[in-house]
């Protein structure tokens, strides 16, 4: 009688276990419950109003930069420190970024380039310097949710990541604004 | 015979063409090229989570959170990669998602329950003669073998492709695996001597 080694016998078993099983239950009504309302809460223009959101406040922060700069040398830029966090930073369904969004947002990412040019060179280098840390860690991130698609973790560090750039963004605004709003004070009380 | 080789290949391109355009379909938006996607997939997607967890509810819900995290996830579908292995990683971070929320539940550090599957494996689960018992035994590994076994032993990823979905050392996935054919062999015996 020939014995079989165990180790030949477990390879076999496991070779010949069904890689497919069915479900007792069809999982599709739940999951088109979860997918097909989501895309109809979150159409394509959803997209392009978050980028036109984003365009916005990119807009009025560009100007009110330049007008700063044009009216009093631009002060340090401690403000980045305490960075705005945005309640609208979820730009689609389960927080990943379409290509729509990802397309306009190059989009943006091009014209701030175009504007930026005309801010003083510390200020500008430092404005460059964090957005290019937080788009080289967007894409890291993105590498690494490309090889492990769906992890909870990495989807919210892409998220922090997303809201930190808007946050540096409208915290340079805020004090941009202030700044042109004490200016436009000073003139007034020169003025009277 | 090659003519039939030949038809069968042509099958698998157009069969894997059928599939680049299901995903493309879907890509742009189309819940019925995702529902046929998931006609197609669901069986191996959830043979995975139902041999990694072990439980047919619990396999159920991370099957279900996979398709729906695979469709949130499809712009981000890189064309040249495979989609079942592609679904197969999601579904495994499905699966280990559940498993930190139930420890977190718990609140149980897991190695108690190892300990206790360890027990199981090494007892008696009856005659491994058939695959339900094989998949008895399977179930009754300690969680981390039981990943490993599953992935590299049952689905077939290399120890790099399984070390990587798992999050681990390709060192420790090698040793998990050593651990799991060990128990399972152990088995084997126990049931040769019975019979």
């Known amino acids: 009688m020939t014995r079989i080694d165990p180790e030949t016998r477990l390879d076999a078993l496991l070779g010949a276990i069904p890689t497919a099983v069915e479900p007792d239950r069809d999982l599709w009504p739940g999951i088109e419950a979860q997918v097909a309302p989501r895309r109809g809460r979150f159409p394509r223009w959803a997209g392009q109003i978050a980028a036109a959101v984003a365009l916005v406040a990119i807009s009025s922060l560009v100007t009110a930069v330049v007008v700063r700069h044009a009216t009093q040398p631009v002060a340090g830029m401690t403000a980045m420190d305490a960075p705005v966090r945005f309640a609208s930073a979820s730009f689609g369904p389960g927080h990943a970024l379409d290509a729509e969004y990802v397309a306009a947002r190059r989009q943006l990412a091009s014209q701030l380039e175009q504007r930026i040019a005309s801010l003083p060179p510390a200020a500008r280098d430092k404005l460059e310097w964090n957005l290019a840390e937080m788009h080289r860690a967007a894409q890291e991130i993105n590498e690494a949710l490309a090889r492990q698609p769906g992890d909870p973790l990495l989807e919210e560090l892409l998220m922090n990541t997303y809201q930190d750039e808007l946050g540096v963004l409208a915290s340079v605004n805020q004090l941009t604004n202030t700044g042109a709003a004490a200016t436009l004070a000073r003139k007034e009380q020169i003025r009277l | ?195």
């Open chain 2, 1 to 195: 015979m090659s003519e039939r080789t030949g038809d069968s290949e042509f099958e698998r391109a157009r069969s894997a063409a059928d599939e680049r355009r299901l995903v493309e379909a879907a890509v742009s938006g189309s819940v019925a090229a995702f529902e046929s996607l998931y006609r197609s997939h669901v069986g191996r997607v959830y043979g995975l989570c139902l041999r990694m967890t072990g439980h047919r509810e619990t396999a159920e819900d991370c099957a279900q959170e996979a398709f729906v995290q695979a469709w949130r996830n499809l712009p981000r579908f890189e064309a040249r990669a495979s989609f079942g292995t592609w679904l197969h990683r999601i579904a495994v971070n499905a699966v280990l998602a559940q498993a930190r929320r139930r420890s977190e539940h718990l609140g149980s550090e897991g190695s108690v329950e190892d300990e206790v599957a360890e027990t199981l494996a090494d007892a008696s689960l009856g005659e491994m003669h058939s695959g339900h018992d094989l998949e008895a035994a399977i179930a009754a590994l300690p969680t981390g073998a039981r990943h490993v076994l599953v992935l590299a032993g049952v689905y077939g990823y290399s120890h790099e492709e399984t070390a990587q979905m798992l999050g681990v050392a390709v060192g420790t996935c090698k040793a998990q695996l050593h651990r799991a054919r060990q128990l399972l062999s152990r088995q084997l015996e126990a049931t040769e001597r019975l019979a």
